[in-house]
């Protein structure tokens, strides 16, 4: 199993940008998807999640600004980033808790390989 994020890139304050990642594999099912990301020099935060049936939770930060959509039938979870700010700039990872896989065993913890967002002030 594997998670591919995209994405990512430069964008003036104010902007828009929308991260995809994608789960490959022979996956039956996702629980909870999420997105994280990690400044430099900071440690590695919670940004939003969203469980299988769609309910989300966002950290205070992002609130309002950014909304976390996921697609069941792509394996695929979204982060619509609005009104970005500099302080959004960041390394941002997805994240599923536990894929059931097509044989019935789990997969937990998988990790995208990040996509930088970059916002200039």
């Known amino acids: 199993v594997q998670l591919q994020a995209s994405g990512g890139g430069l964008v003036q304050a104010g902007g828009s940008l929308r991260l995809s990642c994608t789960a490959s594999?022979?996956?039956?099912?996702?629980?909870?998807m999420g997105w994280y990301r990690q400044a430099p020099g900071k440690q590695r935060e919670l940004v939003a999640v969203?469980?299988?049936?769609?309910?989300?939770n966002y950290a205070d930060s992002v609130k309002g600004r950014f909304t976390i959509s996921r697609d069941n039938t792509k394996n695929t979870v979204y982060l619509q980033m609005s009104s970005l700010k500099p302080e959004d700039t960041a390394v941002y990872y997805c994240?599923?808790?536990?894929?059931?896989?097509?044989?019935?065993?789990?997969?937990?913890?998988?990790w995208g390989q990040g996509t930088l967002v970059t916002v200039s002030s």
């Open positions: 969203i469980t299988s049936g769609g309910n989300t």
């Open positions: 594999g022979s996956i039956s099912s996702i629980n909870n």
């Open positions: 994240n599923t808790v536990r894929i059931k896989l097509a044989d019935g065993k789990y997969v937990y913890d998988t």
